[in-house]
Antibody, heavy 121, light 108 residues
Framework: EVQLVQSGAEVKKPGESLKISCKGSGYSFTSYWIGWVRQMPGKGLEWMGIIYPGDSDTRYSPSFQGQVTISADKSISTAYLQWSSLKASDTAMYYC??????????????WGQGTTVTVSS | SYELTQPPSVSVSPGQTARITCSGDALPKQYAYWYQQKPGQAPVLVIYKDSERPSGIPERFSGSSSGTTVTLTISGVQAEDEADYYCQSADSSGTLGVFGGGTKLTVL
């Protein structure tokens, strides 16, 4: 079964760092892009960026460039999303997702269960 | 930055047809994708490449494209179709993804 399993919920203070993970299984991890999507409480989906684990080619939405870092460790089939200094406005659900085709990085048909990040003093 | 525009809400009675639009300047050049999201759940892809339906998605879901607007059509709407629907596409370069603001479908 193809699946993405994300790390558990996090509660952090402003200014702290954080790295959440997304482990792929049941498919060739290095052949598909993996994207990250933010959903703030009660709001819509936001495309943050995407990485190709095969060569670590990474693209960021302008809204998130410089705010987060996307990385991957292909040896353990895991993608990451990290912050160096969290803000209260980073409070959200974060999803990782994989596209249905190896030929592009849109059309996500495999999603992780989501990781809730709460940033509060 | 590039934006996709969706109506905030659409309401239909059971058995009727729901149409949800998504507008964006790059849509004539870039494919659109549609997702359904129910409360507390991850999104589900219901249409890809403007009009293709993934396996397991009911035939009542269809997609179309005309110029700068793409449309998700749900024929014979059922109560279980009540959800938020998001379109997704790319900027004109195809490099950066974007989601529409989402449309809440209410089944009356």
């Amino acid at each position: 079964e193809v699946q993405l399993v994300q790390s558990g919920a996090e509660v952090k203070k402003p200014g702290e760092s954080l790295k959440i993970s997304c482990k792929g299984s049941g498919y060739s991890f290095t052949s598909y892009w993996i994207g990250w999507v933010r959903q703030m409480p009660g709001k819509g989906l936001e495309w943050m960026g995407i990485i190709y684990p095969g060569d670590s080619d990474t693209r960021y939405s302008p809204s998130f460039q410089g705010q987060v870092t996307i990385s991957a460790d292909k040896s353990i089939s895991t993608a990451y999303l990290q912050w160096s200094s969290l803000k209260a406005s980073d409070t959200a659900m974060y999803y990782c997702a994989r596209p249905r085709s190896t030929l592009g990085y849109y059309g996500m048909d495999v999603w992780g269960q989501g990781t809730t990040v709460t940033v509060s003093s | 930055s590039y934006e996709l525009t969706q109506p905030p809400s659409v309401s239909v009675s059971p058995g009727q047809t729901a149409r949800i639009t998504c507008s964006g300047d790059a849509l004539p050049k870039q494919y659109a994708y549609w997702y359904q999201q129910k409360p507390g759940q991850a999104p589900v892809l219901v249409i890809y490449k403007d009009s293709e339906r993934p396996s397991g998605i009911p035939e009542r879901f269809s997609g179309s494209s005309s110029g700068t607007t793409v449309t998700l059509t749900i024929s014979g709407v059922q109560a279980e179709d009540e959800a938020d629907y998001y379109c997704q596409s790319a900027d004109s370069s195809g490099t950066l993804g974007v989601f529409g603001g989402g449309t809440k479908l209410t089944v009356l």
